[in-house]
């Protein structure tokens, strides 16, 4: 039984086990509550009153509206369609995410020749221009592109990026292959702490590559793959460049975001109040999403 003083346990439990530590995050949590914190609290206050963009010094009033601005945003089908697309997105993006990431992390691991050449070109697409890259994509899977060139009579009609269906996967696809050496990195380094002696063990039992993979390797990086599912989620759930860049919310908002959303109404339409309340729904939608990741994927570990 734990028999320190309740005081002990609970400076313990806001401290955690060494206080120095605090000390020295205490300059970035500084710069969290500054840049992340408080506009996320002055949003929350936008969301609940009549907002609008006024000359600096004008003397406006924003009286407060309560739910308003949420049921006049989620009575708009294409908020609604939005939340969809994102979520047809994140069904796409974070699995795969997942799953390519940690084999080619885990075959990535096991090369001896070309090593460094092959972690770098894995990664040179993640902090390649967003622009640079939607330039290529658009040249493959353009209504001309070469996908279709190759595909012939194959080719969907209406084309990827102008088709209903195809849109947000095509998306999805695209900012997997891009975001992809970030995660084999995060994978790499969870890979240099699994025992050799795991896998030795299971070689002198008989297991072979497959079976390491899922007995070993799997269960081993099990921190690293919570990370994965989180951050995938987070940044899937804030998906604006590529919509925008690539389709422009078309066709027919099959890939408009939250986010994208977010900006058309706040900064083309000047509705920030209507924006805020999406942009509440949306950090709630993704926070729950965190927990139930990190309840059922072992996250308490």
């Known amino acids: 039984m734990d028999r320190r003083n309740p005081n002990d346990r609970l400076r313990h439990r806001i401290l955690g086990r060494n206080p120095l530590g605090l000390l020295f995050s205490a300059p970035y949590l500084v710069f969290v509550v500054a840049v992340f914190a408080s506009p996320v609290i002055y949003a929350v206050w936008i969301a609940f009153h009549d907002f609008f963009f006024a000359a600096p010094g004008a003397d406006v009033s924003y009286p407060f509206v309560g739910f308003a601005n949420f049921v006049y945003a989620f009575s708009n089908a294409q908020v609604i369609q939005s939340f969809g697309n994102v979520g047809v997105f994140l069904l796409i993006n974070v699995p795969l995410t997942v799953v390519l990431s940690l084999l080619l992390a885990a075959a990535l691991n096991r090369v001896i020749h070309l090593r460094v050449f092959l972690r770098i070109s894995f990664y040179v697409p993640y902090i390649t221009a967003s622009v640079a890259l939607v330039g290529v994509w658009l040249f493959l899977f353009g209504g001309d592109g070469l ?4 595909l012939g009579p194959l080719a969907p009609n209406p084309s990827w990026l102008v088709n209903q269906s195809l849109a947000m996967p095509v998306i ?118 965190a927990w139930l990741q990190n309840r059922f994927a072992g996250g308490r570990d």
């Open 147 to 150: 996908v279709n060139n190759l």
């Open 172 to 289: 999805a696809v695209y900012v997997t292959w891009k975001q992809l050496g970030f995660y084999i990195l995060l994978y790499l380094a969870a890979l240099q702490n699994v025992p050799r002696e795991l896998y030795e063990q299971a070689s002198t039992d008989g297991a072979g590559a497959v079976r390491q993979f899922w007995s070993v390797t799997v269960p081993g990086v099990r921190p690293a793959t919570l990370l994965v599912l989180l951050v995938s989620t987070v940044t899937g759930a804030n998906l604006f460049t590529e919509p925008y860049l690539l389709t422009g919310g078309g066709p027919n908002g099959a890939s408009n975001t939250p986010v994208y959303l977010m900006y058309q109404l706040g900064v083309e339409q000047g509705l920030p109040d209507v924006a805020s309340a999406i942009g509440i729904v949306l950090v709630i939608g993704v926070l729950i999403i």
